[in-house]
């Protein structure tokens, strides 16, 4: 099945004005759509071009997005990978977006375990795990554990 460009535009112009996408995901879904490689290439510089396709744009939303939902830098990093994205430019867009990675941790732990107690060792594994999958480093996670202990104990 061979698509046409002015249906590749349409269908990419469609896409595009819902959300964002990287060029690695608008190259897939025109892939799918049937578009051939020098298809692909025109058209993904058309949208380029008409500043409908915005790597630095998608990229920020991303950051900002995962930020909110509590991811840390090692998972951005890695949908980075996947999304054919440098670490030279997630680096420059975090820098310019000023995140604090160490109080996204902490936050990313209080929202899950908010103030219960660490029964165990077994307990605090698993807690320190779970920031880890969420992509935080392990200076992050320490922190994040050293805080918890030098915290005044509640008393009600």
Do not use: H
């Not at 020098?38 to 939303?61: G, H, N």
């Not at 930020?67 to 951005?76: E, S």
Request: with cysteine; proline share 3%; hydrophobic share 35%.
């Amino acid at each position: 099945m061979m698509a046409d460009i002015a249906g590749l535009k349409k269908n990419a112009l469609n896409w595009l004005s819902r959300r964002d996408y990287s060029e690695a995901q608008l190259s897939q879904k025109l892939r799918q759509k049937g578009a051939l490689p020098e298809q692909l290439a025109e058209v993904i510089s058309w949208c380029k071009a008409q500043q409908y396709l915005d790597e630095s744009r998608f990229l920020s939303m991303l950051v900002r997005s995962r930020a909110r939902q509590g991811y840390g830098y090692n998972y951005l990093l890695q949908q980075c990978r996947a999304q054919n994205i440098r670490p030279e430019q997630l680096n420059a867009c975090i820098a310019a977006l000023n995140i604090d990675w160490w109080a996204l941790a902490t936050e990313a732990y209080q929202k899950k375990y908010g103030d219960s107690p660490i029964a165990d060792y077994k307990e605090k594994t698993k807690r320190m795990a779970f920031l880890q999958r969420r992509g935080f480093s392990s200076e992050q996670i320490k922190a994040v554990f050293t805080e918890l202990t030098n915290q005044p104990k509640r008393t009600g």
